[in-house]
């Protein structure tokens, strides 16, 4: 049947997150909503905004990607802002973004002394080594420290092959496993400049370099906070019509005939199966879960932890490029974690919040339901450790929160791939799923362009070819 032909339908969308929400939200703006014979709910296995999209960092660019979604996405934030009073109900705001290179020079565990700056070759450098002169020798406790335990209490056992030398010091601990956050457009971008001087919270006398996202008209950076922008387009689709059903964890999409027939779930309150009858559409907007229901979708989850800081800064997303000694360690730590170049990323927010987000860790699966993910603390605390090694304000800062997420990830054969926004083989099962750590700023177009498919069969805002389910048989 012509999906852009009136008639009565009960669009079932799978997912509270950004995703599903803005779904939502266009799909009772579209004008062929009508809400006498169109009825919309979403179900949601925990809470609106429970998985990344309310511990995200909430950051919007013109530089993001990809670009078949980003510009309207980004226009689209700000229209919403205009009509919804975001400034005040979710923080959206304009502001800079620059990328430091920093070295940090001392002794010891947490400690460093000021230094001139001096030439570097580049802030995006990923692997940047501390010379030779630059290392320092550390004490023999500290030596001890990173010697198995084992070993530690056995006298006979600690001779000059078990204590680590210099070189061993140096090249303990892994890589820094970047966010993918810049792409290789996104770092062309980047322009040399100075720091700030309204960049206070940076201590300039470890800066080496600073570049700005400077090219006009293609580096325009804006931010919202992602949980009160999520929960705000739920409220406003609830105020629609939208039906929200929380706590209820789908299991089964039900086909007949080639066609979405039901949604089965479970409802987690009462332990309780439910089934969903008359179903014409659903969306899969699970996340890092799409999977869980359509295999084929190949969308799985990568954790990354984050911190907030209670501090009033200036506005301004900062990334970072931070060289360490090469004896420090974060001083709850044991064992050297990273090789000495870290790269947190730090978003100054309105409300006296200062969010960080640190490095990808698939080392722990994607468990069931977003309410059940682990927060590695000692990994949050080596965030606020590296950061407080630039900036003396935020080392001061209350903590206020330590979380966990999983980004979802579209993978195809050795790589991540693009988000996947549209229909699939089977009719009225629709994916807008696999947006990174770019969910929240493409949540909009998504939701925009899902609406334009369920409605009129096509995308009309946006050519998203290239996000075409079905290109990867799904």
Same mark, same amino acid.
């Given at each position: 049947m012509d999906s852009r032909m009136p008639r009565p339908r009960h669009i079932v969308i799978i997912g509270g997150g950004i995703i599903g929400t803005t779904t939502a939200y266009y799909l009772t703006r579209h004008p062929s909503f009508n809400p006498l014979i169109h009825h919309i709910t979403i179900v949601e296995a /925990?809470?609106?905004?429970?998985?990344?999209?309310?511990?995200?960092?909430?950051?919007?660019?013109?530089? *993001?990607?990809? =670009?078949?979604?980003?510009?309207?996405?980004?226009?689209?934030?700000?229209?919403?802002?205009?009509?919804?009073?975001?400034?005040?109900?979710?923080?959206?705001?304009?502001? +800079?973004?620059? &990328?430091?290179? $920093?070295?940090?020079?001392?002794?010891?565990?947490?400690?460093?002394?000021?230094?001139?700056?001096?030439?570097?070759?580049?802030?995006?450098?990923?692997?940047? &080594?501390?010379?030779? &002169?630059?290392?320092?020798?550390?004490?023999?406790q500290e030596q001890q420290e990173n010697i198995p335990p084992k070993l530690c209490n056995d006298p006979a056992a600690l001779t000059s092959e078990t204590l680590p030398d210099q070189e061993r010091l140096q090249s303990e601990g892994k890589d820094w496993q970047k966010l993918p956050k810049q792409d290789d457009a996104a770092t062309t971008l980047m322009r040399q400049s100075i720091l700030p001087a309204d960049l206070n919270w940076i201590d300039s006398e470890l800066v080496e370099e600073y570049a700005e996202m400077g090219l006009a008209g293609y580096t325009g950076t804006a931010q919202v906070h992602p949980y009160q922008f999520t929960t705000s387009m739920a409220n406003l689709a609830n105020s629609a019509g939208v039906e929200i059903r929380l706590n209820a964890k789908v299991t089964k999409i039900g086909l007949s005939r080639g066609s979405v027939k039901t949604v089965e779930y479970i409802d987690r309150v009462t332990e309780s199966p439910r089934t969903m009858l008359g179903v014409t559409d659903v969306v899969v907007a699970a996340g890092p879960w799409t999977s869980s229901l359509l295999p084929q979708t190949k969308v799985e989850g990568l954790r990354a932890h984050s911190v907030i800081f209670e501090a009033d800064v200036t506005p301004y997303a900062v990334f970072t490029n931070i060289s360490l000694p090469a004896n420090w360690m974060p001083p709850h730590r044991r064992r050297r974690v990273h090789n000495g170049q870290v790269d947190?990323?730090?978003?100054?927010?309105?409300?006296?919040?200062?969010?960080?987000?640190?490095?990808?860790?698939p080392s722990v699966p994607l468990p069931e339901t977003a309410d059940?993910?682990?927060?590695?603390?000692?990994?949050?605390?080596? =965030?606020?450790?590296?950061?407080? /090694?630039?900036?003396?304000?935020?080392? $001061?800062? #209350?903590?206020?929160?330590?979380?966990?997420?999983?980004?979802?990830?579209? =993978?195809?054969?050795? &790589? +991540?791939? /693009? #988000?996947?926004?549209?229909? /699939? *083989?089977?009719?009225?099962?629709?994916?807008?799923a696999g947006h990174t750590c770019w969910g929240i700023q493409n949540g909009p177009a998504t939701g925009k362009l899902m609406s334009e498919f369920i409605f009129e069969g096509a995308a009309?805002?946006?050519?998203?070819?290239?996000?075409?389910?079905?290109q990867f048989g799904i």
């Amino acid at each position: 049947m012509d999906s852009r032909m009136p008639r009565p339908r009960h669009i079932v969308i799978i997912g509270g997150g950004i995703i599903g929400t803005t779904t939502a939200y266009y799909l009772t703006r579209h004008p062929s909503f009508n809400p006498l014979i169109h009825h919309i709910t979403i179900v949601e296995a /925990t809470a609106i905004a429970a998985g990344a999209s309310g511990k995200a960092g909430g950051l919007l660019g013109l530089w *993001a990607y990809p =670009m078949c979604l980003v510009p309207l996405s980004y226009r689209l934030h700000a229209e919403l802002a205009a009509e919804h009073d975001g400034a005040t109900r979710w923080g959206y705001r304009l502001l +800079e973004c620059g &990328q430091i290179a $920093a070295t940090v020079k001392g002794k010891g565990r947490d400690s460093r002394s000021k230094a001139k700056s001096k030439a570097r070759r580049s802030t995006s450098s990923k692997t940047k &080594q501390v010379s030779h &002169q630059e290392r320092v020798l550390v004490s023999r406790q500290e030596q001890q420290e990173n010697i198995p335990p084992k070993l530690c209490n056995d006298p006979a056992a600690l001779t000059s092959e078990t204590l680590p030398d210099q070189e061993r010091l140096q090249s303990e601990g892994k890589d820094w496993q970047k966010l993918p956050k810049q792409d290789d457009a996104a770092t062309t971008l980047m322009r040399q400049s100075i720091l700030p001087a309204d960049l206070n919270w940076i201590d300039s006398e470890l800066v080496e370099e600073y570049a700005e996202m400077g090219l006009a008209g293609y580096t325009g950076t804006a931010q919202v906070h992602p949980y009160q922008f999520t929960t705000s387009m739920a409220n406003l689709a609830n105020s629609a019509g939208v039906e929200i059903r929380l706590n209820a964890k789908v299991t089964k999409i039900g086909l007949s005939r080639g066609s979405v027939k039901t949604v089965e779930y479970i409802d987690r309150v009462t332990e309780s199966p439910r089934t969903m009858l008359g179903v014409t559409d659903v969306v899969v907007a699970a996340g890092p879960w799409t999977s869980s229901l359509l295999p084929q979708t190949k969308v799985e989850g990568l954790r990354a932890h984050s911190v907030i800081f209670e501090a009033d800064v200036t506005p301004y997303a900062v990334f970072t490029n931070i060289s360490l000694p090469a004896n420090w360690m974060p001083p709850h730590r044991r064992r050297r974690v990273h090789n000495g170049q870290v790269d947190p990323e730090i978003y100054a927010r309105p409300g006296r919040e200062v969010y960080a987000c640190g490095e990808c860790d698939p080392s722990v699966p994607l468990p069931e339901t977003a309410d059940l993910v682990e927060v590695d603390e000692a990994q949050c605390d080596d =965030m606020v450790a590296y950061i407080g /090694t630039v900036s003396t304000i935020l080392k $001061a800062a #209350p903590v206020t929160a330590k979380q966990a997420c999983y980004m979802p990830r579209h =993978m195809r054969p050795g &790589q +991540e791939s /693009t #988000p996947i926004v549209g229909g /699939t *083989a089977v009719e009225g099962l629709w994916v807008a799923a696999g947006h990174t750590c770019w969910g929240i700023q493409n949540g909009p177009a998504t939701g925009k362009l899902m609406s334009e498919f369920i409605f009129e069969g096509a995308a009309r805002s946006a050519d998203v070819a290239e996000l075409d389910p079905r290109q990867f048989g799904i």
